[in-house]
């Protein structure tokens, strides 16, 4: 039988329960730089490949030269072919509010290589995406949808916004990002926080909606 090696070790990770950042301690390495070989964006080593392996328990391994991994049927008897077929799309970073501010203000508004956060999404979204840790309580409802401080939010600068998307905007006089609700009445625009202690901000023509919140992480503990 034949797989991605990615695929696989990904598999056995969600099987062993290794977190990313468990594989990156046991390695000597950063959290994104495992991020970037399991999905793809960069290419480890064959020794690296090894020792990921080996870690999540994969042995006697064939690696060919496509890439894939030839191993016999019994080797991981317990995982079906439905179980090792990738559980997210992608992973994208976690830019600050500054650099999300200066996204479309560059050609490449930040490098990648800096970045030491990246999160995984099962949403299917466009390659130009990023996650956006929210900064203060404006996000934070007693009701209905709430977003507290330090969620992550997942931005598709792709996707189109509409009225009440949750979108992440820069006003044209400051550098900062802001992460709002869009509302759209009567021929207004308001960027609204869904804490009602803030009063919604008019924007005309005085902001830029950089893209829209598809998804969202919060960390419980």
Same mark, same amino acid.
């Given at each position: 039988?034949?797989?991605?090696?990615?695929?696989?070790?990904?598999?056995?990770?969600?099987?062993v329960?290794i977190?990313?950042?468990?594989?990156?301690?046991?390695?000597?390495?950063?959290?994104?730089?495992?991020?970037?070989?399991?999905?793809? @964006?960069?290419? =480890?080593s064959?020794?690296?490949?090894?020792?990921?392996?080996?870690?999540?328990g994969l *042995?006697?391994? &064939? !690696?060919?030269?496509?890439?894939?991994?030839?191993?016999?049927?019994?080797v991981?008897?317990?995982?079906?072919?439905?179980?090792?077929?990738?559980?997210?799309? @992608?992973?994208? =970073?976690?830019?600050s509010?500054?650099?999300?501010?200066?996204w479309?203000?560059?050609? *490449?508004?930040? &490098? !990648?290589?800096?970045?030491?956060?990246?999160?995984?999404?099962?949403?299917?979204?466009?390659?130009?995406?990023?996650?956006?840790?929210?900064?203060?309580?404006?996000?934070?409802? =007693?009701?209905?949808?709430?977003?507290?401080e330090?969620?992550?939010?997942?931005?598709?600068?792709?996707?189109?916004?509409?009225?009440?998307?949750?979108?992440?905007?820069?006003?044209?006089?400051?550098n900062?990002?802001?992460?709002?609700?869009?509302?759209?009445?009567?021929?207004?625009?308001?960027?609204k926080?869904?804490?009602p202690?803030?009063?919604?901000?008019?924007?005309?023509?005085?902001?830029?909606?950089?893209?829209?919140?598809?998804?969202?992480?919060?960390?419980?503990?």
């Open positions: 039988m034949k797989m991605n090696w990615n695929d696989l070790v990904k598999a056995k990770m969600k099987e329960g977190t990313q950042n468990l594989l990156a301690e046991k390695m000597g390495r950063s959290q994104s730089a495992i991020a970037h070989w399991l999905n793809k @964006n960069r290419e =480890p064959i020794e690296d490949i090894a020792e990921m392996m080996s870690i999540v *042995e006697t391994m &064939t !690696l060919t030269s496509d890439g894939m991994i030839d191993y016999p049927d019994d991981i008897a317990n995982v079906t072919t439905l179980d090792i077929q990738p559980t997210y799309q @992608n992973s994208f =970073p976690v830019l509010a500054v650099q999300a501010g200066q479309t203000e560059a050609c *490449e508004p930040y &490098t !990648l290589d800096e970045i030491d956060e990246w999160y995984e999404t099962t949403v299917r979204t466009s390659p130009r995406s990023f996650w956006l840790r929210v900064q203060g309580d404006s996000m934070t409802s =007693p009701f209905g949808v709430s977003l507290p330090g969620t992550l939010v997942l931005v598709d600068t792709e996707r189109e916004h509409e009225n009440k998307s949750l979108v992440v905007a820069k006003l044209t006089d400051v900062e990002a802001t992460f709002k609700q869009y509302i759209s009445d009567s021929g207004q625009q308001y960027l926080p869904l804490n202690n803030y009063p919604m901000m008019p924007i005309n023509g005085n902001c830029r909606v950089i893209g829209v919140a598809v998804d969202a992480k919060l960390k419980l503990i």
